[in-house]
């Protein structure tokens, strides 16, 4: 029995010797070399996967995203009926999350866009003093990312609220949940940081409304899917001044067009959906360990609930 590996070439074939560093028995096959389709068992894959093309597979046991999301295998026509899906839970992939939002923080936090602009102009002015304890951040997400940078944020002393589907208990962090939890915590939030995962509910989620609802000279900062932003309302808000900022490492669609707006807006910082990158070598044990488990007839970790969509 095989595993099926389909992503860019160059990531499968790093993929491929960070399986087989954990488990040199594994066969391992890269799409679309697949050998006959009665083999694989296992398939891992990225974006770019067609899910009808899984159908071929009848011993198909488990399709395994390559990274934290889900939304691209979720959405139609979506995995083969009764196929199970994990997502990777990474330690990597936490820590250079919790890194790039930190970044952010303290860069809109410490006015590094303004002085930015300064240097540009030769200009020597300092401007007025941040206060830590009174920039408000709110992250909506408290789940693996989000709860991990909301510590992180919290840890250096910004009051941090998180955003989640159920009340959550994250120490320093205060908990909002459901429509009204939403709209609290953006009336406090002067730093917005989204770590949502993109469903049906959270698509769209950053839109003029909530955007309004931002006390004036606010920051976003977007690095779960560009789907949740509307990119129409963040550049009205930006442009008349009620969002003084945004971070964006997150896009739709991905590359972002050479001619979109942000590329080269004053106010828009940008990364090309690099804020955490999978790390084969980090995530490949508990994908072996789940090929061991659909093997041994046992559940799988980090299983998605289809019905939440994440
Ligand atoms: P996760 O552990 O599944 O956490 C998701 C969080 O969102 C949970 O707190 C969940 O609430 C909350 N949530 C979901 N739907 C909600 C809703 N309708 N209303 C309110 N809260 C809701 O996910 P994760 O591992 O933290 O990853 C989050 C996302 O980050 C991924 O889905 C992916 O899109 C993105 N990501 C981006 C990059 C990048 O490089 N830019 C890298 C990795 C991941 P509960 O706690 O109540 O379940």
């Known amino acids: 029995m095989a595993i099926l590996l389909s992503m860019k070439p160059h990531l499968m074939e790093h993929w491929r010797r960070a399986l087989l560093a954990v488990d040199p028995t594994l066969e391992i096959r890269m799409f679309p070399e697949s050998g006959p389709p009665e083999e694989i068992e296992v398939a891992v894959c990225w974006t770019s996967h067609d899910m009808n093309e899984l159908r071929r597979y009848p011993k198909l046991k488990l399709i395994v995203s390559m990274g934290a999301g889900v939304d691209h295998l979720l959405r139609p026509p979506g995995p083969p009926p009764g196929i199970p899906v994990a997502r990777l839970v990474d330690t990597m992939l936490t820590t250079q999350m919790g890194e790039w939002v930190l970044l952010n923080v303290l860069r809109f936090h410490r006015q590094d866009l ?7 102009d030769r200009v020597w002015e300092e401007l007025e003093a941040p206060v830590t304890a009174a920039r408000r951040v709110g992250i909506l997400g408290l789940g693996e990312l989000g709860s991990h940078a ?3 944020i919290a840890g250096i002393g910004f009051p941090v609220g998180g955003w989640s589907r159920r009340p959550k208990t994250v120490p320093g962090v205060e908990s909002f949940h459901g429509q009204d939890g ?8 002067d730093i917005l940081v989204c770590l949502l995962p993109l469903t049906p509910e959270t698509r769209g989620v950053i839109d003029a409304r909530l955007l309004a609802l931002l006390p004036r000279g606010a920051f976003v900062i977007n690095g779960a899917r560009g789907g949740h932003l509307v990119d129409a309302d963040l550049l009205a808000a930006l442009d008349q001044g009620r969002v003084a900022g945004a971070a964006l490492d997150v896009f739709q669609p991905e ?7 942000y590329w080269t807006h004053p106010g828009v910082v940008m990364t ?7 790390i084969p070598e980090s995530a490949a044990p508990q994908v072996v360990e789940n090929i061991r488990r659909v093997r041994e007839g046992r559940v799988p970790i980090n299983l998605v609930d289809f019905a939440a969509g994440y």
């Open 114 to 120: 303004e002085y930015r602009a300064q240097q540009r």
């Open 150 to 152: 909301a510590k992180l």
């Open 182 to 189: 939403l709209d609290a915590l953006a009336r406090r939030s």
């Open 255 to 261: 590359p972002l067009p050479a001619e979109h707006a």
């Open 272 to 278: 090309p959906h690099a804020a955490s990158i999978t």
